[in-house]
């Protein structure tokens, strides 16, 4: 009995990496905008932290992802400080007037798609929080930045709209010589109101599946040399843990899962001389493969952009 949980254990090792990491992405199909603030602009830590949150803010209430899969477009902001003076209150707390442009464009190549000005005025016990207190009253639904907003999203779909076939082949080209992260990064980018999106995802499934089953068919050899090395019920145990980074698992990889299973559940029998049914996992259909690829893709693209090196922004204060 004891070897049957063993075995059901790692059968459910596999279940388990299957169902926690094919969560879905909600960036997926949205526009990237990312909030960038210049190191130029000089703000206290407070400032600084809330007009990042305040850009991504309303970067997300119009309909846009400030942690997608692309790095080009940015919205940004530049803050001039038009009067601080403290108060004549007991206790003593700074008083602030700025001017605030906010900015969405091209980062990379350094084109203005849209604008938006505004001056608010804020207080707190130092200027830093002062400054942060005026930026927190920037209305991300005001009409005119929404307008803003949508202007700047219009200019970046006709980025796409123009660009689109040609990332596709460069992704392709990617794909073909091995770069299957950097062929999904750039297909995750294109967004689903461009007409080519299909087209992407359809292949962002095929190379994230390949990926994976590069990945996955690696961590099953892993898993076989640990049982190979030790078949016993504490080789057994080292197999199920590594198999518990598989992801997303193609039935090609659950087929090389199961015999390993299979040779596990005999090898214990025999030493047991009990017997005990195997439970294996039901395949999955096409499409859920296809929609795990997808996230799963998604997630390896994320990881990458994570370590990229930092981009330079041209907005030459726009």
């Not at 016993?232 to 199920?240: H, I, K, L, R, V």
């Not at 929609?291 to 030459?316: D, F, G």
Request: hydrophobic share 40%; charged share 20%; glycine share 6%.
């Amino acid at each position: 009995m004891k070897h049957r949980y063993l075995l059901l254990w790692l059968i459910w090792a596999l279940t388990f990496s299957v169902s926690t990491r094919a969560q879905s992405h909600k960036d997926i199909g949205m526009i990237c905008l990312n909030p960038y603030i210049p190191e130029t602009e000089e703000l206290g830590p407070k400032a600084m932290a809330m007009l990042t949150s305040k850009l991504q803010q309303i970067a997300t209430i119009n309909g846009m992802s400030g942690a997608g899969f692309d790095n080009r477009f940015i919205i940004t902001a530049h803050l001039q400080l038009l009067k601080s003076a403290q108060t004549q209150t007991i206790p003593q707390k700074n008083a602030v007037q700025a001017s605030i442009g906010i900015y969405v464009g091209d980062g990379l190549d350094g084109t203005l798609y849209s604008s938006y000005q505004c001056d608010v005025k804020g207080i707190g016990n130092s200027e830093d929080e002062a400054i942060a207190s005026a930026i927190r009253k920037i209305n991300p639904r005001e009409e005119n930045l929404q307008n803003t907003l949508l202007k700047g999203k219009e200019g970046i779909l006709n980025y796409y709209n123009k660009m689109s076939a040609g990332i596709i082949q460069t992704a392709k080209a990617s794909a073909s010589a091995g770069r299957y992260e950097e062929a999904i990064n750039m297909l995750l980018a294109i967004p689903m109101a461009n007409k080519d999106f299909s087209t992407a995802q359809s292949l962002v499934a095929q190379y994230g599946s390949t990926f994976l089953d590069h990945k996955n068919l690696d961590v099953v050899r892993q898993a076989k040399s640990a049982w190979s090395a030790n078949p016993t019920e504490e080789g057994a145990t080292a197999a199920s843990e590594i198999l518990q980074r598989l992801e997303a698992p193609s039935s090609k990889v659950q087929v090389e899962v199961k015999v390993l299973q299979n040779e596990i559940a005999s090898r214990l029998k025999a030493v047991s001389d009990r017997e005990f049914k195997l439970e294996v996992q039901k395949a999955q259909n096409e499409k859920d493969v296809e929609l795990a690829s997808v996230r799963a893709a998604a997630s390896v693209a994320k990881a990458a952009i994570a370590n990229r090196p930092k981009v330079v922004y041209h907005y030459y204060w726009w």
